[in-house]
């Protein structure tokens, strides 16, 4: 059995019908961008996120960058951004001609550490911009506070969080939230998308503007911008998806709860982290091996899919080599062991109950005659050689 990271396909056989019909609904419309598609789904996603606005562009990128832009955040101002992200993060924050200030994680590795963000500020800084990784809540509340002292902007990354509550409340229900459509993401197109959710209804309007070039009337334009908008077809796969998002999340925790316990007491192996405040949308199921690379060849030989994410870490990465924000090897440690020794295992809505048992045998066998994981599976490093109790399960 060779079992894939993720069935990107399984999402259109299982709603083959009805994503068929709204393809075949906008192909007969004539009308490819900006109509009624788009009007729906921004309408249906805002209330899913428990927030008033909706603006589809055309990509995750270009919502992070907008949110900044709508901000008015542009050449000379900080952004203070996690050194354990996808790069497109820091892509974002440089388009705008500000300057991404990374720090490290908390210990366990979930959220910018609000200390190390307080010891970043400056009076350049405009913003805060944590990510929700992996599908679970960045502590919000810590970082709020700072921004409010600081009067700052909190721009969310929510990529990789669709359908993820914070203590109860629905990500997407802050004030400037941004998310991915990527087909692998836990609501994906057919294509490349992205959308900001806000209840700010002025940040809602300069967004409108910034992805039409600066324009709410044809040949007439307000502010100089580019184009950036999600057409009808992926409006409408979206659309089709959209029902399905909670029952594909909870398949997706049952695999990471299957994958939790049969998994736990491995030596070699450090599991994700459940905050007692968190319910997560479980986009990836990372572990943490000290010979990741070499368990990864050996669950490859089994058949047995995996990725890293994410192996450079953006302030190592060539792209900031001549950059400010570049920094040497050491330079924000916790995040380069991350880097180091993450490996996401095969995890989605669509994967089988065989399939699910199939990588727990390969990952207890391949595991076996590996380092033991520096401090432990119930502990985490820190560069200071601290240790933070690791939780597995709700507190």
């Known amino acids: ?57 055309g990509s995750g990128c270009d919502a992070l960058e907008l949110s900044l832009r709508a901000l008015g955040i542009g050449p000379g101002d900080e952004v203070v951004v996690p050194a354990h992200t ?23 590795g979930l959220s910018l550490d609000p200390a190390l ?26 970082l709020l506070a700072i921004a409010a002292r600081h009067d ?43 959308a900001v959710v806000t209840g700010d209804s002025g940040v809602a309007e300069r967004l409108r503007l910034l992805r039409n070039c600066g324009s709410r009337e044809k040949y007439r334009h307000e502010v100089r911008s580019t184009h950036s908008r999600l057409d009808e077809f992926q409006a409408a796969v979206l659309r089709a998806k959209l029902p399905r998002l909670d029952a594909w999340n909870a398949r997706r925790a049952r695999i990471a709860e299957r994958y939790g316990r049969a998994l736990g007491a491995l030596p070699q192996l450090a599991l994700p982290v459940t905050a007692r405040w968190a319910d997560p949308a479980w986009h990836l ?44 090897a050491g330079t924000h440690p916790l995040s380069e062991r991350l880097a180091a020794q993450s490996l996401s295992l095969p995890l989605g809505p669509h994967l089988g109950e065989d399939e699910a048992r199939a990588v727990v045998a390969a990952v207890r066998a391949t595991s076996a005659g590996l380092a033991a994981y520096p401090t432990g599976p119930a502990a985490y490093p820190t560069p200071d050689g601290q240790r933070f109790p690791l939780v597995t399960e709700k507190r």
């Open 86 to 108: 996808f790069i497109g993060t820091w892509l974002a924050v440089s388009a705008t001609g500000a300057r991404p200030v990374a720090v490290d994680p908390t210990p366990d």
């Open 152 to 194: 700052l902007a909190v721009v969310e990354d929510a990529a990789q969080a669709h359908g993820a509550r914070y203590r109860g409340r629905r990500i997407g229900s802050g004030h400037v939230v941004a998310f991915s459509f990527y087909p692998g993401k836990n609501l994906g197109a057919m294509g490349d998308g992205g």
């Open 117 to 142: 963000v307080e010891a970043a500020l400056t009076p350049r800084t405009r913003a805060l911009m944590p990510v929700h990784l992996h599908g679970h809540p960045a502590d919000l509340d810590p």
């Open 285 to 328: 199921y990372v572990i943490r091996c000290a010979e990741r690379d070499e368990l990864r060849r050996r669950l490859d030989r089994a058949g047995v899919q995996t990725l890293i994410h994410y192996p450079v870490p953006p302030h190592r990465s060539p792209a900031y080599a001549d950059d400010p924000a570049g920094a040497p």
């Open 1 to 57: 059995m060779t079992i894939p990271f993720l069935d990107a396909g399984a999402a259109y056989r299982e709603l083959r019908d009805d994503i068929d019909a709204a393809l075949r609904r906008v192909a007969a419309s004539g009308r490819y961008l900006l109509d009624a598609e788009l009007a729906a789904f921004e309408e249906e996603f805002a209330a899913y996120c428990a927030n008033d606005h909706c603006v589809a562009v």
